[in-house]
Structures are given as structure tokens and as C-alpha cells.
């Protein structure tokens, strides 16, 4: 255990009273699974342990027993694939490692499309090594990469910083290693750029090109304010049609929020829920598992997922292989069918401007500043940590342009 709090505070994921902590519950765990530290524990053993601390601990007593035993489902992940490769060739090595990384990302619960993308930046960075072994990298081989990217590839400054994020957490959570400092990497240039903003007539020009569930999310997207993943992930305890309210459970970091529902939609998502009762009920009586919950409750709470306050307020309308779980289950509405159904409406509206889902968000945030709503509140409703995100949409209301001349006219 001495090891295992020596990562905890080396890793700077816990300083020394809160890993004394974390190897508490450990500890705790194990002997209630009657097992060494060494042994392997079942999920069944895990769940057994958080339910009944949690029937006598309060709930953050609970969440950090759970990050706890994640964290050292994290540590021995690492040991033991560290103890595998040595003797393999590079390629092999980097296999095992990409492997190593999938499987982190999923202790820690981060996102399929987050896992997705930093397991594609390992594999662009195997090219760029050309065959060496992913653990006789160095920090200057990140600043070579960093400088690669922003000479050759000519990419975004948001896509190199994705770039630097997926290759730090190879090294800080597969490879142990840390990355020294690379502030003299060629930078991508960073560009100042506008939001693509319509106007309230091009609104509903593009509504006009739209019907069905699709006009329904899209008024969503633009009522709220929404992102397009917090729109797809709303459940049905998420909207309260009494107070106009929207909640956002776990959007961008991790943070949850509350905005606003529009009045005039109100009629058309109680006929959207009930259609998606209609597909609780036909899971529940063909004993279909329960939607995904988020980590910690469905650790707590596994049947919840099949409760019709967690179902999904935009559920998909076919059952589908769940990417990680691979259990057969109801997802939401897909992604991509909201995007290009979108796009697919501004062009017949004839919109001569790149519509995309978020120039929804973009145009509520724009709109509400025209209204004259402060900045303050457009920032909490869009839950910006930093008011400066917010303040870019000052340079497209068009309020600010209200009483300027032209020195032509």
C-alpha cells in the first residue's frame, strides 16, 4: 500500500491526508472481499461494498470509497502492463500500450469519444516514431511531435492542445513518465475567430425546413442553449415543465447547470415523452437492460437505469451494442443524424452561412445580449467557467453596431 499512496501523491492525484484516506477504503474493501491486495476483486465484490457503506455513510463518504477502489484498479492496471511489454518488439509494445490507455480511460470513465481521440493520437505518434518502443520516449520527442503538427501538418492551436492532452495522459497514466517543459515547441498559430451567429429570420427559415423530432431537439438546442451532447443526453427528470427549467447533468468539465425551457415547446416535448414512454415500456416488458447511468450512481443505484426518470427524453428509436459494455440496450438519438439534419436544412434554407449545430448555441447566447440580458447571466445559462468565453459574443450582437454611421452614407 505504501506503493500505491507513493503514485497517489507523486501523480499529484491526491495529497497525503486524502491518499491515507483512499487506502482506508481500500483496505476496507479487501477485507470485506476476505481477499489480499494483490487478488483480484470482482465488480460483484465492489458493488456489494459500496451498497452497504452507502446504507450507513453519508454519499461523498461513498463517492470517495468508489474513487479509491478506481484508483487502485488504476495503479495495479499500470503495474502490471508495464511488467508485460518489456521483452516484446515495438510494435507489440504499442499495441499493449494503446491497450493499456483504453482501459485506463475507462477507470476513470471518460467519455467513448474521448476515448476515441486520444486513441487515435497514440497511433499517429507510433508513425511518427517510426518503430521505437513507446517507452523510450522523452519529453523531446513531445516537442518534436508538438513542432511536426504545427509546421508540416498545419494544424488548429485547439487540435494541437488535443494532441498534447492525449500524449500527456499516455505518459502520466500508462508510461509513468513525466513530460518536462516544451514551451520552446513551434506553437500552432492561434487565430482570433467570430462565432457563425444567424439572424432571428434565418432561425426560422431553417425551422421551416425542419419537422418531427428533429425540429423538436433543434428548438431545444436553440431555446436552451444547449450543446449538442447535453441536448442528445437529457433524461426525463432533466426537464421540468412546471418551472420552464432544463437541467444539465455533467456537461462541458463535468459541471451541472440549469437553464432555461422555452414556453413554446412545452406542448410538443409532453408528446415527445409520451412517445418515449412508449419505448420504456416496450424495453420493460422485453427485459431490455436499463440506459447508461453515470458511474458512481450506477454503482450505487444498477437498477435505476431502468426507471422512467433516468430514460432518455430523445431515445433512439433501435436498440444498439453499448460501445464499452457491449450490452444490448436503448441509447439516444445519434449524433450525426442531428447534424447532418441540420445542415441539410440551412442549405434549403438557402442560409448563406456554415450551419452546424452549435450556431444554435451560438445565435441563443447572441440573441439573449441583443435582449439586453447581462453577461453574467448568458455565462451561467451556457456554463462558462470564464466570463472572457462568454464576452466573444459582444463583437457579434448587433446591438453594439445600433447608431454607428457609415462614413460612406
Request: hydrophobic share 35%; with cysteine.
Amino acid at each position: 500500500m505504501e506503493q500505491f499512496k507513493s503514485y497517489l501523491i507523486s501523480s499529484k492525484l491526491a495529497d497525503e491526508k486524502k491518499a491515507g484516506f483512499y487506502i482506508s477504503w481500500v483496505t476496507r474493501l479487501y477485507n470485506f472481499c476476505r481477499k489480499n491486495p494483490e487478488d483480484l476483486v470482482t465488480s460483484q465484490e465492489v458493488n456489494g461494498f459500496i451498497n452497504l457503506i452507502s446504507k450507513e455513510q453519508e454519499e461523498w463518504q461513498v463517492q470517495q470509497a468508489s474513487e479509491a477502489i478506481l484508483l487502485y484498479q488504476l495503479y495495479k492496471e499500470r503495474r502490471d502492463t508495464s511488467q508485460k511489454v518489456e521483452n516484446l518488439p515495438p510494435a507489440a509494445q504499442w499495441k499493449l500500450t494503446a491497450d493499456a490507455m483504453k482501459r485506463v480511460l475507462r477507470l476513470m470513465h471518460r467519455s467513448y469519444r474521448t476515448e476515441q481521440t486520444y486513441i487515435g493520437w497514440v497511433r499517429r505518434l507510433y508513425f511518427y516514431m517510426k518503430g521505437r518502443s513507446p517507452y523510450s520516449l522523452e519529453s523531446r520527442n513531445v516537442k518534436d511531435f508538438m513542432t511536426y503538427l504545427a509546421v508540416e501538418k498545419n494544424v488548429a492551436v485547439s487540435t494541437q492542445n488535443q494532441a498534447f492532452n492525449a500524449i500527456l495522459f499516455l505518459f502520466r497514466h500508462v508510461l509513468d513518465k513525466r513530460i518536462d517543459d516544451i514551451s520552446d515547441a513551434v506553437r500552432a498559430k492561434r487565430n482570433r475567430r467570430l462565432p457563425v451567429v444567424l439572424t432571428r429570420s434565418e432561425i426560422k427559415r431553417l425551422f421551416d425546413q425542419m419537422s418531427g423530432l428533429y425540429l423538436l431537439m433543434a428548438k431545444v438546442l436553440y431555446g436552451s442553449g444547449l450543446r449538442l451532447q447535453e441536448c442528445l443526453q437529457l433524461r426525463v427528470k432533466d426537464i421540468d415543465l412546471e418551472r420552464n427549467a432544463v437541467t444539465v447533468r455533467g456537461g462541458k468539465g463535468d459541471k451541472d447547470r440549469e437553464t432555461t425551457l422555452p414556453e413554446s415547446i412545452k406542448g410538443d416535448l409532453r408528446e415527445q415523452l409520451k412517445k418515449a414512454q412508449k419505448f420504456h415500456e416496450s424495453d420493460r416488458k422485453n427485459n431490455i437492460a436499463g440506459v447508461q447511468l453515470p458511474y458512481a450512481f450506477e454503482r450505487k443505484s444498477p437498477n435505476a437505469g431502468k426507471e422512467w426518470a433516468w430514460f432518455w427524453a430523445f431515445p433512439s428509436y433501435k436498440l444498439s451494442v453499448d460501445p464499452i459494455t457491449k450490452i444490448v440496450r436503448r441509447h439516444h438519438i445519434h449524433h450525426g443524424n442531428l447534424n447532418k439534419y441540420i445542415r441539410q436544412a440551412g442549405l434549403k434554407a438557402e442560409i448563406p452561412k456554415r450551419v452546424t449545430v452549435h450556431t444554435l448555441r451560438h445565435s441563443f447566447a447572441t440573441h439573449l445580449l441583443e435582449d439586453g440580458y447581462d453577461i453574467r447571466t448568458i455565462q451561467e445559462l451556457l456554463g462558462h467557467s470564464d466570463v472572457r468565453t462568454t464576452m466573444v459574443y459582444t463583437h457579434v450582437a448587433g446591438k453594439k453596431k445600433v447608431g454607428i454611421k457609415s462614413p460612406l452614407d
